[in-house]
């Protein structure tokens, strides 16, 4: 399991947003949420609270560009 951290310890702003931009690139490349959980080193509601929008918009753009 994840270590979590301390309320004291508060992550840096930039490295967290980093860690989100990781997150959504993984995502869009189909890395599955288990595995990025694992090499972002965070918890699953945030993975999912990041990749599940962009999985859906993904679905969108290719069920439009396959009506086209």
Known sequence: MAARKDNKQQADPTTELIRDLF?????AMGVSQPE????????????????KPIKKALKARRKQDMME
């Open 23 to 27: 997150i959504a690139q993984l995502g």
């Open 36 to 51: 990025i959980r694992k090499i972002a080193g965070c918890g699953m509601n945030r993975v999912n609270r990041i990749v």
